[in-house]
Nanobody, 123 residues
């Protein structure tokens, strides 16, 4: 079993930046993703990265503003969020696939989930 722990959330003004981190309890060879859930809404896909880091994919709503990356030596995945908007306010979850190294936008493909970290963007 792999535990995922997110950090880096907080309160920021619109136009600001935050970097989220997700540390895994052990090394994995799987693709990782970030999802988010805004108040009163369903959880949605934000970004995903392959195990090698060479393949990434973003939701249209964050493309050009967010960057996902990973450091496999540190068992950590990052989400750099720039030009934040109030509509980015949500709980952000890190997730890992089981054995696949390929990216996915589907929540059902992920088996490991963190507890979430709150991101609040004020206008």
């Amino acid at each position: 079993q792999v535990q995922l722990v997110e950090s880096g959330g907080g309160l920021v003004q619109a136009g600001g930046s935050l970097r989220l981190s997700c540390e895994a309890s052990r090394s994995t060879s799987s693709a990782m993703g970030w999802f988010r859930q805004a108040p009163g809404k369903e959880r949605e896909f934000a970004a995903t990265i392959s195990w090698s880091g060479t393949s990434t994919y973003y939701a249209d709503s964050v493309k050009g503003r967010f960057t996902i990356s990973r450091n496999n030596a540190k068992n950590t995945v990052y989400l750099q969020m720039n030009s934040l908007k109030p509509e980015d306010t949500a709980v952000y979850y890190c997730a890992g696939r089981d054995t696949s190294r390929l990216t996915s936008t589907n929540q059902e493909d992920y088996v490991y989930w963190g507890q979430g970290t709150q991101v609040t963007v004020s206008s």
